[in-house]
T-cell receptor, first 115, second 112 residues
Framework: DGGITQSPKYLFRKEGQNVTLSCEQN?????MYWYRQDPGQGLRLIYY???????QKGDIAEGYSVSREKKESFPLTVTSAQKNPTAFYLC??????????????FGAGTRLSVL | AQSVSQHNHHVILSEAASLELGCNYS??????LFWYVQYPGQHLQLLLK??????LVKGIKGFEAEFIKSKFSFNLRKPSVQWSDTAEYFC??????????FGAGTRLTVKP
């Protein structure tokens, strides 16, 4: 069953704590993305990766970090520097980042809340 | 700056009514356009896309969208909505640098 798996579905963070959101894909896609979804603001790009061992900041990267050690995996860490982390986080992937191959497929999302 | 605007935040329709959701983009050069849909409790999924060619594109579930270059618009339409179309709809655009931007989304509620 091909697709993108995000875990956990719900996550709670304490003040000053770093938390990591998992994203795994078995679509053999080169490009992967992390978005943050807030009500009334749509999706905003946090980080993206076009290939293993490479990633670039998106529009709202401050307070987040990522790694891309394997093609299938693109975990997102929400650090203590992110002062407003409560949001719905979506991971996506595409064959590549260019042109007609930039059709993005999304996971089910992780809802992060602050305790 | 590259951006996508959706002017309708929440649309409420009765079943069988016609739908048109507005989308405008601010991009120079080549642009690829998308509509994504998020049904309650489900993944965000692609509804339709435009890369080139016929500016009227048809997607799944009877949806269509028209690319009007002179108006920088890519409005989504459906002649007759169903209760099952209740969802949030996102317009997105990607330009020459492949940066994809999403609109704020439009929540559609269809009353049975």
């Amino acid at each position: 069953d091909g697709g993108i798996t995000q875990s956990p579905k719900y996550l709670f963070r304490k003040e000053g704590q770093n938390v990591t959101l998992s994203c795994e894909q078995n679509l053999n896609h080169d490009a992967m993305y992390w978005y943050r979804q807030d009500p009334g603001q749509g999706l905003r790009l946090i980080y993206y990766s076009q290939i293993v061992n490479d990633f670039q900041k998106g529009d709202i990267a401050e307070g987040y970090s990522v790694s891309r050690e394997k093609k299938e995996s693109f975990p997102l860490t929400v650090t203590s520097a992110q002062k407003n982390p409560t949001a719905f986080y979506l991971c996506a992937s595409s064959i590549s980042r260019g042109g007609s191959k930039n059709i993005q497929y999304f996971g089910a999302g992780t809802r992060l809340s602050v305790l | 700056a590259q951006s996508v605007s959706q002017h309708n935040h929440h649309v409420i329709l009765s079943e069988a009514a016609s739908l048109e959701l507005g989308c405008n983009y601010s991009y120079g050069g080549t642009v690829n356009l998308f509509w994504y849909v998020q049904y309650p409790g489900q993944h965000l999924q692609l509804l339709l896309k435009y890369f080139s060619g016929d500016p009227l594109v048809k997607g799944i579930k009877g949806f269509e969208a028209e690319f009007i270059k002179s108006k920088f618009s890519f409005n989504l339409r459906k002649p007759s909505v169903q209760w099952s179309d209740t969802a949030e709809y996102f317009c997105a655009a990607a330009g020459n640098n492949n940066d994809m931007r999403f609109g704020a989304g439009t929540r559609l509620t269809v009353k049975p």
